[in-house]
Nanobody, 115 residues
Framework: QVQLVESGGGLVQPGGSLRLSCAAS????????MSWYRQAPGKEREGVAT????????DYADSVKGRFTISRDNAKNTVYLQMNYLRPDDTAVYYC????????WGQGTQVTVSS
């Protein structure tokens, strides 16, 4: 079955960096686009970044452009989200997502940006 397991979240000061990882299994990882979403308290879940199956071609939410970078390693079945210049409004639970006929989500990893 499809499994997505995120890691790398934590507490960081404003201006700091974190790198999230999502280990995928149960499907042909290299054939599917992968995405990161986030959900802040009291807000709807929003798309953050998407990367095409080949790794060539990415899309970002306007709020993270120039600060976040999505990448993938198809040999390791892993997608990453490098987050730089973090701001308090980046605080959220971050989720990995893939649509393989059905939609699949990871369990989420908490990112808190606070001094």
């Amino acid at each position: 079955q499809v499994q997505l397991v995120e890691s790398g979240g934590g507490l960081v000061q404003p201006g700091g960096s974190l790198r999230l990882s999502c280990a995928a299994s149960g499907f042909d990882f290299s054939a599917y686009a992968m995405s990161w979403y986030r959900q802040a308290p009291g807000k709807e879940r929003e798309g953050v970044a998407t990367i095409r199956s080949s790794g060539i071609g990415t899309d970002y939410a306007d709020s993270v452009k120039g600060r976040f970078t999505i990448s993938r390693d198809n040999a390791k079945n892993t997608v990453y989200l490098q987050m730089n210049y973090l701001r308090p409004d980046d605080t959220a639970v971050y989720y990995c997502y893939v649509q393989v006929v059905d939609e699949y989500w990871g369990q989420g990893t908490q990112v808190t940006v606070s001094s």
